[in-house]
């Protein structure tokens, strides 16, 4: 085991939360080419400060590396844009989220919000240190292959 919570090889995508997730893929598309998956959507419950909420997530990934990650703004949660949508945070896959969530809190980036199955933290987690730095963790074994994931959530065309 090593010394830190995260690896710099595990990083895979920089996510901004923008008002619009259609609207933002139009415009880095004009602008920089990016190509994208299809908008995914799910309503999942999530564990906040606050108490829990099933939140109505929308995103969608770049096909490109480095990856973007642009996640529908909800108000009255994380999935809040930050100033001037400047990034939102830094994704990285993890192969134990229990574990690894656990050692983010001691290194001084608590608990923001995490997806819950059966009432237990699972799929993801957000944890942010008191300077605003914000960090997404994945269970790996949901993305075996990012690569792959992303092909199959890309549309088609003829």
Request: glycine share 6%.
């Amino acid at each position: 085991m090593t010394t830190h919570p995260l690896s710099p090889t595990d990083l895979y995508h920089t996510g901004i939360v923008v008002p619009d997730v259609e609207t933002w893929k139009i415009r880095l598309t004009e602008l920089a080419g990016h190509r994208w998956t299809g908008t995914m959507a799910a309503d999942l419950p999530v564990r906040m400060a606050d108490g829990e909420r099933v939140l109505p997530l929308r995103y969608a990934y770049s096909l490109d590396a480095p990856h973007l990650e642009l996640v529908q703004e909800i108000p009255g949660t994380p999935w809040t844009p930050a100033p001037h949508l400047s990034v939102h945070h830094l994704g990285y896959f993890c192969d134990d989220l229990q574990t690894t969530s656990k050692r983010l809190e001691e290194a001084g980036f608590p608990l923001e919000a995490c997806a819950l199955v059966d009432g237990t933290p699972a799929l993801f987690a957000y944890h942010r240190d008191p300077y605003g730095l914000r960090i997404e963790i994945v269970d790996r074994t949901l993305i075996p292959d990012f690569d792959a994931y992303l092909r199959a959530k890309a549309p088609t065309w003829h």
